[in-house]
């Protein structure tokens, strides 16, 4: 915060302490209020917005363990949806900016909205429409808790197709999704008929195609690399945030240094990121020029 960031996005915190192998953050009850309201207020004192992002634990469909959707009660669905309600509520009093929801890489969400995943005969399955039920009934839980001025995002999934992620993306603007995050779903792998000019990976080619046909914010990420290379996508109309995750981990200098030279980069790659394990490990940038 007040690097030159205009918006932070936290790793997910959970929803429920249920399913917590890792002891992980939550933001479901009043004493998580103290630590979200600390980074919120330190992220405003630096000119930068903060959204918290949400999931619930034990689901991990694109690496193929986890329990799964089909296990649980039409009950606990509804319960499970009420705690991301419950949380939605906290983050709002802790002066979040907004939430992110996390639909992507085999979270729980992602599984329920995918039709590998979730092969439900209750009202959370069938077609889109009805794995979209619980998404629907969180997002009408949260209009009652929150204004205008707090916005409901999702970090979406791609799914087996392109012409899938639009219509997914499509139905969750329709539900009352205010801004699109795009990023890797279910199947964790999936081959694409990329063009041979477009110099990006399948990850931002999929933000960029859903771009094209929703009307809400749409952010692309994964291997972007240089600020250079996000502004570009910016110039081209291909989405409209770019995100940036591992130069900021090596280097929290990362939006200065790049603004004084564009093709800066702070991330150097290693074949096993050093923050998968400890954070502490990680060798830094590359020397600056």
């Not at 903060?50 to 799964?68: E, I, M, N, P, T």
């Not at 009420?82 to 979040?96: I, N, Q, T």
Request: proline share 4%; aromatic share 6%.
């Amino acid at each position: 915060a007040g690097k030159g960031m205009g918006l932070l996005i936290c790793q997910a915190l959970l929803v429920s302490p249920e399913n917590d192998l890792l002891d992980r953050a939550g933001a479901y009850k009043r004493e998580h209020l103290c630590f979200i309201k600390k980074i919120a207020d330190a992220c405003h004192a630096g000119g930068t917005r903060f959204f918290a992002q949400l999931a619930y634990a034990g689901f991990d469909a694109s690496g193929g363990g986890g329990r799964k959707v089909t296990e649980l009660s039409t009950e606990k669905m509804a319960e499970i949806g009420r705690d991301f309600v419950h949380s939605v509520r906290l983050l709002k009093e802790a002066g979040c900016d907004g939430v992110e929801l996390h639909c992507a890489h085999g979270s729980f969400l992602n599984a329920v909205h995918s039709p590998i995943e979730n092969t439900r005969q209750d009202r959370y399955g069938g077609d889109l429409e009805g794995r979209l039920t619980l998404l629907k009934e969180i997002i009408e839980g949260c209009r009652e808790c929150i204004d205008d001025s707090f916005i409901l995002s999702c970090r979406m999934g791609w799914t087996e197709t392109l012409e899938g992620d639009i219509a997914l993306a499509q139905a969750m603007e329709k539900l009352g999704v205010e801004m699109l995050h795009v990023s890797g779903g279910i199947p964790a792998d999936r081959s694409l008929d990329i063009p041979g000019d477009f110099p990006y990976n399948a990850f931002v080619y999929t933000g960029t195609r859903v771009k094209q046909h929703v009307n809400i914010p749409v952010t692309v990420v994964n291997d972007l690399q240089t600020l250079r290379r996000g502004n570009e996508l910016l110039r081209e109309d291909a989405c409209d945030l770019i995100a940036y995750g591992r130069p900021f981990l090596a280097d929290p200098d990362f939006a200065l240094h790049a603004a004084e030279d564009p093709d800066y980069i702070g991330c150097r790659k290693c074949k096993a990121c050093q923050f998968r394990t400890d954070g502490d490990r990680c060798p830094g940038p590359p020397a600056r020029k």
